[in-house]
């Protein structure tokens, strides 16, 4: 598999880059805490969740279309589909548009695996298949109309209270994508804007973001946005998702200057993806659990 996807950026002239493990920042998402080791002098450091900071700021500096494999790192993802370490292919294309970004995502996964079928797919607008699987709008459905779609029980909705997103994501995940088809990919795009996380807000339409997720069934494979070039706009969000990080007790983290930084320069119009490769495998060997598909895998009662 790490053959077939090196051949397919070498056939399209995309350069393979090396990105630090460790960092001085931690991504800012609200939902993904890194892994934090304080040095013997005390300075505190985090295993990269992503390449993507450091790949933008390649992409500042001027660099061509880049990809890196890589093994990053969460901390709380231990699971059937989750594993505090796993590999990441992400890569960055100039001037890719989402339906281009989208596409060429599929035609990867497709040659990861060796099965040109899957070039055929579903596709979604984010909107739309709430609106088929979930019989709601996204976009207007107030916090308690979605707990009430999901039956929640009174613990489960003090824990999420008002926060859509939250609501919206676990929709995603038990009302809609076991929906889709369990031998294609299907594409799903167009986010809520309050999700668009690095991707800039859709030009015609601001209620939407240009973020698209691929799933196999239920199963998410890849995450991409045509990415925010607004330095501005990039450290109100960041500003945001650290205050709640705070109201919902997550791991406090510094904002991460060198990205801002690198954005102010002047990053280039241009999409990025990344793909989980252990997802990949899972389809390629028909196996349901991650840990099936990893030599050393981390369990969940783990000492």
């Known amino acids: 598999m790490l053959e077939r996807a090196r051949a397919f950026f070498d056939r399209r002239e995309v350069l393979e880059v090396d990105t ?108 739309a298949a709430f609106e088929e699987f979930a019989a709601m709008n996204p976009l207007t459905a107030t916090a308690e109309v979605m707990a009430d779609a999901v039956d929640a029980d009174a613990g489960l909705r003090q824990s999420l209270g008002d926060d859509r997103d939250a609501w919206l994501d676990l929709l995603l995940s038990t009302c809609v994508a076991p929906h889709f088809s369990s031998d294609r990919l299907t594409v799903l795009r167009h986010f809520p804007a ?28 890849a995450n991409g946005f045509v990415e925010l070039t607004d330095a501005a706009e990039q450290r109100r969000r960041m500003e945001a998702d650290l205050e709640k990080r705070r109201a919902t007790g997550r791991q406090q983290i510094a904002m991460d200057k060198a990205l801002l930084a690198a954005l102010e320069s002047g990053l280039p119009s241009s999409a990025g993806v990344a793909v989980g490769l252990e997802r990949l495998l899972m389809i390629a060997a028909n196996k349901n659990d991650i840990r099936d598909v990893v030599t050393f895998a981390f369990d969940d009662n783990d000492d």
């Open 20 to 127: 630090p493990a460790l960092s001085r920042y931690a991504g800012s998402d609200p939902q993904i805490d890194g892994h934090r080791i304080i040095s013997s002098g005390g300075q505190t450091l985090y295993l990269q969740t992503s390449p993507e900071s450091h790949m933008k700021r390649l992409l500042a500096d001027g660099y061509p279309d880049i990809y890196s494999i890589c093994r990053v790192f969460r901390d709380g993802e231990i699971g059937r589909l989750h594993q505090p370490e796993f590999s990441m292919v992400e890569w960055y294309r100039h001037d890719f548009g989402l339906y281009a970004m989208a596409a060429e995502t599929v035609a990867f996964i497709a040659n990861s695996l060796g099965e040109p079928a899957l070039r055929d797919v579903d596709t979604f607008d984010y909107v």
């Open 194 to 221: 309050s999700q668009a996380a690095l991707a800039r807000v859709c030009p015609d339409d601001d209620s939407v973001a240009d973020r698209f997720e691929v799933f196999f069934g239920p199963i998410e494979l």
